[in-house]
């Protein structure tokens, strides 16, 4: 898939790490899990918290710039919506669309091979 270095955000349901599973939305997931890739290896694993899970109303753009201000390469998740999407695509971060209930690292391992 062309990520040998690259940074991937995923919506994640808690603080697991690799081992939580994919949020099934992405504005208010409750946490993102980043993963930093190099050479098709997981070489470091952070948890944040999501910034703007309270917010009524714009919760999806407010994520995309914390991704974008961190980095990201990448975004794997379930869905995305339209104001989503076209944000990581102006600011050409690869969507990788995700099984439900999938983990973060079975959906690494999938994107890496």
């Known amino acids: 898939m062309g990520l040998e270095k690259s940074k ?5 349901m808690g603080k697991g790490g690799l081992e939580d599973v994919v949020s099934d939305v992405f504005g208010r997931a409750k946490t993102f899990t980043i993963v930093d890739v190099e050479e098709n290896e997981v070489k470091n694993v952070i948890v944040l918290n999501n ?3 309270s917010y009524s109303h714009g919760a999806g753009p407010i994520v995309v710039k914390m991704l974008i201000d961190l980095g990201i390469t ?10 989503v999407s076209t ?4 600011h050409r971060i690869t969507k990788i669309k995700a099984k439900a209930g999938s983990s973060v690292s079975e959906l690494i391992k999938n994107t890496l091979s």
Request: hydrophobic residues 55%; charged residues 10%.
């Open 51 to 53: 910034p703007a899970i």
């Open 87 to 90: 944000l990581l695509d102006q």
């Open 74 to 83: 990448a975004v794997i998740a379930t869905e995305f919506g339209p104001g």
């Open 8 to 12: 991937i955000a995923v919506p994640t």
